[in-house]
Nanobody
Framework: QVHLVESGGGLVQAGGSLRLSCAAS????????MGWFRQAPGKEREFVAA?????EYADSVKGRFTISRDNGKNTVYLQMNSLKPEDTAVYYC????????????????????WGQGTQVTVSS
């Protein structure tokens, strides 16, 4: 059974940094595209970043956030710098059994497995 467990969320002031982690189990981690999404109150879940051996980012986070993975630890990370109040959301990691990063990996329906999410709150 596949499990994705996010951690590292919290409360931070605008301009600060956080590093999210997502630990995966029950899958051959290196064979999966890993993605980060976020959902703010009253809004739809939106794409943040994804990684295979290359990376993709939403325009809203490009230059501020960095996605990375450690296949030896079955973990994907999201380093978030220069945080803004509009980054406040629940952040979710997701996994898709696919070797090649595609435009569809920017959509929630592409991913089969999801974590429970971790709250990130950025105060102004």
């Amino acid at each position: 059974q596949v499990h994705l467990v996010e951690s590292g969320g919290g409360l931070v002031q605008a301009g600060g940094s956080l590093r999210l982690s997502c630990a995966a189990s029950g899958l051959t981690f290196s064979s999966y595209i890993m993605g980060w999404f976020r959902q703010a109150p009253g809004k739809e879940r939106e794409f943040v970043a994804a990684i295979s051996w290359i990376t993709e980012y939403a325009d809203s986070v490009k230059g501020r956030f960095t996605i990375s993975r450690d296949n030896g630890k079955n973990t994907v990370y999201l380093q978030m710098n220069s945080l803004k109040p509009e980054d406040t959301a629940v952040y979710y990691c997701a996994a898709d059994w696919e070797s090649r990063l595609r435009p569809s990996h920017r959509t929630t329906g592409t991913y089969k497995y999801w974590g429970q999410g971790t709250q990130v709150t950025v105060s102004s």
